[in-house]
């Protein structure tokens, strides 16, 4: 009996692409725990949790220079049609994203390891923890679907983020003019900065799934 090469191909080549998306929600999840961590580290001033942050974010570099490192090899030995070709570069989007999602959670467990900030301010930034997580876990519900309506969505969150961390640079501003404590504000403001940043990083992943099933670049909109 003979072999049908060519669909053997074509179903490696299928398994590869979805293991190009399994690696993407691997990075998601990863950093889905280390918010949890960081949460942590406010709530209870969990050194630990911090440095597990740190330590943790070699694990998404890795994933990241391995996803990347996989899109070259598909591109190099396979021959993509457009639709396949638009998930590749959408999953080099993605990842380059999520690792910098890693690179602002590393900052923010620097900072609170460095100087953590005033009691009164933390309450005010688990605030702004709150909605960036849920943009987190809608990311990673994104990736497992391709929907572009919740990729949509996921893209409206970042007003929320940007609300609650504007919230927040007022009674940075406050406590600093009434108590003073630069170093703690400094840190506390690093770490809002650093959240708006995934928030920002977190939108682009819902404009790489809009691009990689309609074929919009929405990153012309706002560039």
Do not use: C
Request: glycine fraction near 4%; hydrophobic fraction near 45%.
């Amino acid at each position: 009996m003979a072999i049908n090469t060519k669909n053997l191909i074509v179903k490696r080549f299928g398994e590869e692409l979805l293991a190009l998306q399994q690696g993407v929600l691997k990075m998601s999840s990863i950093l889905q725990l280390q918010m949890h961590r960081i949460e942590e580290a406010l709530d209870a001033a969990d050194t630990a949790a911090a440095q597990s942050v740190m330590n943790q974010d070699r694990e998404v570099n890795a994933w990241d220079s391995l996803l990347e490192e996989h899109v070259a090899y598909l591109l190099s030995h396979r021959q993509p049609q457009s639709s396949d070709l638009r998930l590749m570069i959408g999953v080099l989007r993605m990842a380059i994203d999520l690792e910098r999602v890693g690179d602002e959670q590393r900052n923010v467990a620097r900072q609170i390891l460095k100087e953590r900030p005033a009691s009164e301010l933390v309450e005010e930034l688990k605030r702004v923890v709150e909605p960036t997580r849920t943009m987190l876990s809608a990311a990673e519900g994104v990736v497992a679907s391709f929907d572009v309506v919740q990729a949509r969505d996921l893209m409206n969150g970042r007003l929320k983020v940007r609300h609650a961390a504007e919230h927040a640079e007022r009674s940075i501003i406050n406590e600093l003019e009434v108590h003073g404590g630069a170093a703690a504000g400094v840190s506390a403001w690093s770490i809002v900065h650093s959240l708006r940043r995934m928030a920002a990083h977190l939108e682009n992943i819902g404009e790489a799934v809009v691009y990689v099933v309609e074929g919009e670049d929405l990153r012309r909109a706002h560039p």
